[in-house]
């Protein structure tokens, strides 16, 4: 069966400092990946996707990035945080199929001070 | 645009009664998936339904349903017989073929079963 991972579960840093959030999926081959923000008591943003190892697609301008470097790994990263990157950041993956559903890891709560 | 719309910020329903959650979208992609989620206080999202927007049938699983209807693009979420369990946040999402990796969600709906 298929699990997804993230790691740290929580996150306090300080404004101005760099992030890293990684996010591995065990029991498939070349899934789709993709990292979401959510703000308390709001629904998910997207942020980004990716299809393959190194191609990464960006849903909104940000300060941060993300990259593939191998097949089942995600990682989300900034140079600098700002306060307004609090949140909720949730991983997901799915199959390459049409309408296939995401299933998501459970998630990184974030706060910037 | 708003994609994807769900007008109950909360809702309260009583434990072993029935509730409906309401979500409506806005595609002019003509092939289409909805889905519905539901995220406990742990954070963890929950996939529960798929409907495809092909499917003639309303799609059911086990005391989720949820009911199609593709003229009024409404896909409104079924729980049958709640339980204290069912007590979550739930969103009503959508994907659209021609952008397959971009799944929109709405705000949510915050459910509290009364016991």
């Known amino acids: 069966s298929q699990t997804i991972h993230q790691w740290p579960a929580t996150l306090v840093q300080p404004v101005g400092s760099p992030l890293s959030l990684e996010c591995t999926v065990e029991?498939?081959?070349?899934?789709?990946l993709y990292w979401y923000r959510q703000a308390a008591g709001r629904g998910l943003q997207l942020l980004f996707y990716?299809?393959?190892?190194?191609?990464i697609s960006s849903e909104v301008p940000q300060n941060l990035s993300a990259s593939r470097p191998q097949d089942r790994q995600f990682i989300l990263s900034s140079k600098k945080l700002l306060l307004s990157d609090s949140g909720f950041y949730l991983c997901?993956?799915?199959?390459?199929?049409?309408?296939?559903?995401?299933?998501f890891g459970p998630g990184t709560r974030l706060t910037v001070l | 645009a708003q994609k994807i719309t769900q007008t109950q910020p909360g809702m309260f329903v009583q434990e072993k009664e029935a509730v409906t959650l309401d979500c409506t979208y806005d595609?002019?992609?003509?092939?289409?998936?909805l889905f519905w989620y539901k995220q406990p206080s742990s954070g963890e999202m929950i996939f529960l339904i798929y409907?495809?927007?092909?499917?003639?049938q309303n799609a059911t699983e086990g005391r989720y349903s949820l009911n199609f209807q593709k003229a009024r693009k409404s896909a409104n979420l079924v729980i049958s017989a709640s339980q204290l369990g069912d007590s979550a946040m739930y969103f009503c999402?959508?994907?659209?073929?021609?952008?397959?990796?971009?799944?929109?969600f709405g705000a949510g709906t915050r459910l509290t079963v009364k016991p």
């Open positions: 997901a993956w799915s199959g390459t199929g049409d309408n296939n559903e995401q299933f």
């Open positions: 029991g498939t081959s070349n899934p789709n």
């Open positions: 990716s299809v393959g190892i190194g191609q």
């Open positions: 595609t002019s992609d003509p092939s289409y998936g």
């Open positions: 409907q495809g927007s092909y499917d003639q």
């Open positions: 999402a959508m994907r659209e073929a021609f952008n397959n990796n971009d799944m929109r």
